[in-house]
Structure formats: structure tokens, C-alpha cells
């Protein structure tokens, strides 16, 4: 009996060991007894499959993306280029214009330029008109002065007519704003004065002083035109 119980115990342990070498992947603890490996793999293609079509996805997005882009710049360049050409054309306009004007401007100075030159010659060719019509009626003076002295002997009467006509002349000179300068008795002046020669006196008051008088100086308004040529004490 004992015998028979441990002939069974040995043939169920040999079908055990034969069915577990007949599926050696066989898990006893899985519901369904699926293979691990074989599951595995599978799992593992799909993760595979899956990653290559995000892959594709991937790809095919950035194209389309970088189309659409690639697009839009080449838009906003052309319109850039449009807007450039727009603004050189205008520049150039405004820049004819500028010459235009600038042309006219030069030609318009040059003009202006050329009368002030002739107004300014004809000042300076005419600076003394004013002058000599004050000076006429003296000239005519001096006409009737001559034409007397030769029609009469009367020295008084020539005597007198010169001295009328020098009051004459002075007031004429007086209003333009010549004057004489007086020197005799005054101190001598290197900025007033032109000494022509020093002589020696005797009278200590007259030393360094203007003695005599060559020749007579003048000042036209602040500014001396002539400068009166004198004899100094020493």
C-alpha cells in the first residue's frame, strides 16, 4: 500500500516537471496564465509604435509651422521693401525740390548782392554831394568877391567881403561837425599835437606849452582828420 501511495506521489511530481518544461513561461500566480516575455514584447512594440507616431506627428508639425513662418516673413520683407521704395521715391522728390530751391535762393543772393555792390559804389563815388551843395552858395560867394576886387579899388569893401565869406564857409563846416583846434597857450599833447620844432624861453610858465601855430589842426565830430603842427617852450 505504502508502495502504490509513493508510485502516485512519483508520477504526479514527473507530470508536474513535464508541464513545466512544456510552458517554461507560464506564470501560476497571472489570472489568464499569459506568458510574461511574450507580454513584454508586446507592450514594449506598442510603446515602440507609439513613439514613432508622435515621432511622425512630431516632424510633420514643425514643417507646417516653419512653412507658415517662412510665408508670413516673406510678406512682411515685401511689404519692408514696399514701404522703402515708397520712401525713396518721396525723399527724391523732396530733394529736387530742395535744389530747385536752393538754385533759386543762390541766384536771388547773387542779385542782391550785385545791386548793394552798385548801391555802394554809387555812395562812395557820390559820398561828398551833400558837402559840396552846401558848399555852392561859398563858391558863388567868392565868384561875386572876384568880380568885384576887379571893378573896384576899394580895399575896406574886399577886406570886408573876405571875412563875410569865411563866416560863410565856417558855419558850413561847423554843421557838418568840423572844427578847429586850438593850441596856442595850451599844453603840449603828443595825442593832439604834431611838434615841429622846441624853442628856448625865458618864462617858466610857457615851457612844455604850444608857443605858436604852422599850421592850423581840425576834428571832424570825435575823431581828428588833421593835427595841428606847433612850436613848443623849453
Given at each position: 500500500?505504502?508502495?502504490?501511495?509513493?508510485?502516485?506521489?512519483?508520477?504526479?511530481?514527473?507530470?508536474?516537471?513535464?508541464?513545466?518544461?512544456?510552458?517554461?513561461?507560464?506564470?501560476?500566480?497571472?489570472?489568464?496564465?499569459?506568458?510574461?516575455?511574450?507580454?513584454?514584447?508586446?507592450?514594449?512594440?506598442?510603446?515602440?509604435?507609439?513613439?514613432?507616431?508622435?515621432?511622425?506627428?512630431?516632424?510633420?508639425?514643425?514643417?507646417?509651422?516653419?512653412?507658415?513662418?517662412?510665408?508670413?516673413?516673406?510678406?512682411?520683407?515685401?511689404?519692408?521693401l514696399e514701404m522703402l521704395q515708397k520712401e525713396l521715391e518721396e525723399t527724391?522728390?523732396?530733394?529736387?525740390?530742395?535744389?530747385?530751391?536752393?538754385?533759386?535762393?543762390?541766384?536771388?543772393?547773387?542779385?542782391?548782392?550785385?545791386?548793394?555792390?552798385?548801391?555802394?559804389?554809387?555812395?562812395?563815388?557820390?559820398?561828398?554831394?551833400?558837402?559840396?551843395?552846401?558848399?555852392?552858395?561859398?563858391?558863388?560867394?567868392?565868384?561875386?568877391?572876384?568880380?568885384?576886387?576887379?571893378?573896384?579899388?576899394n580895399l575896406a569893401a574886399i577886406k570886408e567881403g573876405i571875412h563875410s565869406?569865411?563866416?560863410?564857409?565856417?558855419?558850413?563846416?561847423?554843421?557838418?561837425?568840423?572844427?578847429?583846434?586850438?593850441?596856442?597857450?595850451?599844453?603840449?599833447?603828443?595825442?593832439?599835437?604834431?611838434a615841429i620844432t622846441a624853442v628856448p624861453v625865458e618864462d617858466e610858465e610857457?615851457?612844455?606849452?604850444?608857443?605858436?601855430?604852422?599850421?592850423?589842426?581840425?576834428?571832424?565830430?570825435?575823431?581828428?582828420?588833421?593835427?595841428?603842427?606847433?612850436?613848443?617852450?623849453?
Open positions: 500500500m505504502e508502495l502504490q501511495n509513493s508510485l502516485k506521489v512519483f508520477e504526479n511530481m514527473s507530470k508536474r516537471n513535464n508541464k513545466a518544461k512544456a510552458t517554461p513561461n507560464m506564470d501560476p500566480h497571472m489570472p489568464n496564465g499569459k506568458n510574461i516575455d511574450k507580454e513584454a514584447a508586446e507592450q514594449q512594440n506598442e510603446k515602440e509604435i507609439s513613439i514613432e507616431q508622435e515621432a511622425e506627428q512630431n516632424e510633420e508639425i514643425p514643417v507646417n509651422k516653419g512653412k507658415s513662418k517662412k510665408g508670413k516673413s516673406a510678406d512682411s520683407a515685401a511689404n519692408k527724391k522728390i523732396k530733394l529736387t525740390e530742395s535744389e530747385g530751391y536752393a538754385l533759386r535762393l543762390n541766384a536771388d543772393f547773387a542779385n542782391m548782392r550785385k545791386r548793394k555792390e552798385k548801391e555802394m559804389s554809387e555812395l562812395i563815388k557820390y559820398s561828398h554831394e551833400d558837402l559840396l551843395k552846401q558848399l555852392l552858395p561859398v563858391l558863388d560867394s567868392f565868384d561875386r568877391a572876384m568880380e568885384a576886387m576887379d571893378k573896384s579899388d565869406l569865411s563866416r560863410q564857409l565856417n558855419n558850413i563846416l561847423t554843421k557838418i561837425g568840423l572844427e578847429s583846434i586850438e593850441s596856442i597857450g595850451e599844453s603840449f599833447s603828443s595825442e593832439i599835437h604834431e610857457q615851457k612844455g606849452k604850444v608857443i605858436d601855430e604852422i599850421e592850423k589842426g581840425y576834428r571832424l565830430k570825435e575823431k581828428i582828420i588833421r593835427f595841428p603842427k606847433v612850436i613848443v617852450g623849453e
